[in-house]
């Protein structure tokens, strides 16, 4: 069992940078995939990034490439989002998932656990 509490969102400006942060609870944190999604009122949830239990490999969508960076500390059981070079279409609910697997996927159906978001508003 996986509980997730994420933190970090605001409100900004466009160009502005945020970090979101997740915390879990459990033992085996560094067993799970750890991802990011966002919902927006016209995506119910879109993947955003994801990382392997290690660390070493990370997955971007198209749309955060080069501006976003996903990143984790087993240490401190809490996987992070930095987000860069906001722009107003990234103005979401940001969730973040644990998925025990290897290799992350990107449909939200294939994670276990949710946090309960935390909204993200960017203004231009």
């Known amino acids: 069992q996986v509980q997730l509490v994420e933190s970090g969102g605001g409100l900004v400006q466009a160009g502005a940078s945020l970090r979101l942060s997740c915390a879990a609870s459990?033992?085996?944190?560094?067993?799970?995939?750890m991802a990011w999604f966002r919902r927006t009122p016209w995506k119910e949830r879109e993947f955003v990034a994801a990382?392997?239990?290690?660390?070493?490999?990370?997955y971007y969508s198209d749309s955060v490439k080069g501006r976003f960076t996903i990143s984790r500390d087993n240490a401190k059981n809490t996987v992070y989002l930095q987000m860069n070079s906001l722009r107003p279409e990234d103005t979401a609910v940001y969730y973040c998932?644990?998925?025990?697997?290897?290799?992350?996927?990107?449909?939200?159906?294939?994670?276990?656990?949710w946090g309960q978001g935390t909204q993200v508003t960017v203004s231009s």
């Open positions: 998932a644990a998925d025990m697997t290897i290799i992350p996927r990107t449909e939200p159906s294939e994670y276990d656990y």
């Open positions: 990382i392997v239990w290690s660390g070493r490999s990370t």
């Open positions: 459990g033992r085996t944190f560094s067993s799970y995939a």
